[in-house]
């Protein structure tokens, strides 16, 4: 069971270029999400979906495009990369709440990324 | 903006009790208290979410007042691989279907001293 798995861990970029970050879970979670942290920052929201074929922004969704295909995976695109884009991205999933009644967060190891 | 408020650092030596302070005073009925820690720059690990009772796993116990304005994670004997960022958290609702989304503020750094 591997849980969360980001791909690439690592990607160095030029302004301008385009990339896609790869998340994916092995757990059915219907919820995943693409967070964003910056140094002594913690995480904002980019983008989320609640199930297969639906995104919905979150907080800092500018610049970023998604896409879930796929109930396991979820895509984060960027299309035209700039400096303020350089952080760490986290992708996480969780299963439906209303069946849990809380809403535990599987995260994974994050994706740095460095635009230059 | 987080919901919570948590102090920026904390030490604790090791083998003692690391306590981790939260106030939440504008949590409603039914939203639910999480910790997490992150380690490093690794993606942040759960630790412990409880609502109204206070709650005990493996890892840690959670101390809800009665008035759930405030918690307190308790970490019984801390070693240094708990050296952290902690994280508590209350959720908010998202407005696309029955979801929510944890806000993350900056946590707690936690250092675990020999």
């Known amino acids: 069971n591997a849980g969360v798995t980001q791909t690439p861990k690592f990607r160095v970029l030029k302004t301008g270029q385009s990339m896609t970050l790869l998340c994916a879970q092995d757990m059915n979670h219907e919820y995943m999400y693409w967070y964003r942290q910056d140094p002594g920052m913690g995480l904002r929201l980019i983008h989320y979906s609640v199930g297969e074929g639906t995104t919905a922004k979150g907080e800092v969704p500018d610049g970023y495009n998604v896409s879930r295909l796929k109930k396991q995976n979820f895509l984060l695109g960027l299309e035209s990369a700039a400096p303020s884009q350089t952080s760490v991205y986290f992708c996480?999933?969780?299963?439906?709440?209303?069946?849990?009644?809380?809403?535990?967060?599987?995260f994974g190891a994050g994706s740095r990324l460095t635009v230059l | 903006d987080a919901k919570t408020t948590q102090p920026p650092s904390m030490d604790c030596a090791e083998g003692r009790a690391a306590n981790l302070p939260c106030n939440h005073s504008t949590i409603s009925g039914n939203e639910y208290v999480y910790w997490y820690r992150q380690i490093h720059s690794q993606g942040p690990q759960y630790i412990i979410h409880g609502l109204k009772n206070n709650e005990t796993n493996e890892m840690a116990s959670l101390i809800i007042t009665e008035d759930r304005k405030s918690s307190t994670l308790i970490l019984p004997h801390a070693t240094l691989r708990d050296t952290a960022v902690y994280y508590c958290?209350?959720?908010?609702?998202?407005?696309?279907?029955?979801?929510?989304?944890?806000?993350f503020g900056k946590g707690t750094k936690l250092t675990v001293n020999p």
């Open positions: 996480a999933s969780t299963s439906d709440r209303r069946s849990s009644g809380a809403n535990v967060l599987t």
């Open positions: 958290i209350v959720r908010e609702e998202l407005p696309q279907g029955g979801s929510e989304k944890l806000v």
